[in-house]
């Protein structure tokens, strides 16, 4: 199997109350990192994945300095959708929140960060 290589492009912006992030995966799909403030001491972090063929599994990590907080298997839905939210300790100075899925299927890549507080 050849490996897939791309460039992940980041748009978007990261605020004090929110921050979002969006771009292309190596392939077809698109992808989007959200993080916001859930309380004074947790962050919620969604990422999503579209564009992907369905049924398909994705392997899903998610970092906030490099700290891992969650690694599961998502399978795409029937809409080529995988969305996945976990919530995350807040913690001090800016947090780098990163976002990966690969899906071994297809060799696809989607990622992602984004700087918070």
Same mark, same amino acid.
């Given at each position: ?16 109350? +929110?921050? *979002? ?7 077809? +799909? =698109? ?16 990422? *999503? ?13 998610? %970092? ?16 080529? =959708? ?6 995350? *300790? ?12 690969? %899906? *071994?299927?297809? +060799? ?10």
């Amino acid at each position: 199997m050849a490996a897939c290589v791309g460039v992940t492009l980041f748009a978007g912006v990261a605020g004090a109350s +929110g921050g *979002r992030r969006e771009g292309s995966c190596t392939v077809h +799909g =698109e992808w989007r990192l959200e993080v916001d403030r859930r309380d004074a001491d947790t962050l919620r972090v969604r990422f *999503r994945i579209e564009k992907t063929p369905a049924g398909k599994a994705w392997e899903i990590f998610l %970092s906030d300095n490099g700290n891992r907080f969650l690694a599961t298997t998502k399978t795409a839905n029937s809409d080529g =959708e995988v969305r996945v939210s976990k919530t995350t *300790r807040d913690r001090s100075g800016t947090d780098k929140v990163k976002a990966y899925g690969v %899906s *071994r299927a297809t +060799g696809e890549v989607c990622s992602g960060s984004v700087a918070f507080g």
